[in-house]
């Protein structure tokens, strides 16, 4: 269930970067998502997974969110303005591992893919 003050008609069902405020518009967190709608209604579901969560959840004045085309958009994206805004929430950028890269497979017909430092030995130099 959505706070009163997020517009859930605002919130679409596509993939995109959400990008939580406080009260004096300064940014806290930047995330990605598949969905935009389910991933933001997470956050304030009556279970919240971690007391960092229910911090930052308690700080949320408002939010801004960007659609892109892909996943692989989504994460550089979200990169790019968690370089440039530092919110104090993304302390690192990480899935609870290592940083995410773009890697280029070698092959016959090279792909772009995301990746752990660890599999980035077989990435093109």
């Not at 959505?2 to 517009?7: K, M």
């Not at 009260?23 to 960092?52: C, M, P, Q, T």
């Not at 290592?98 to 980035?120: H, M, Q």
Request: charged share 30%.
């Amino acid at each position: 269930m959505l706070p009163s003050f997020i517009d859930k008609a605002k919130i679409p069902h596509k993939s995109g970067i959400y990008i939580y405020k406080d009260e004096n518009n300064e940014i806290w967190y930047v995330g990605k998502a598949i969905d935009l709608y389910h991933r933001v209604s997470s956050y304030f579901a009556k279970n919240v997974d971690s007391l960092k969560t229910a911090l930052l959840v308690e700080k949320i004045r408002g939010i801004e969110t960007i659609i892109v085309e892909s996943e692989l958009e989504a994460l550089i994206l979200e990169a790019y303005l968690i370089k440039k805004h530092l919110p104090p929430y993304n302390i690192k950028q990480t899935d609870d591992k290592d940083y995410l890269y773009i890697k280029i497979a070698k092959g016959d017909f090279p792909t772009v893919l995301t990746a752990r430092k660890k599999d980035l030995e077989d990435a093109k130099d």
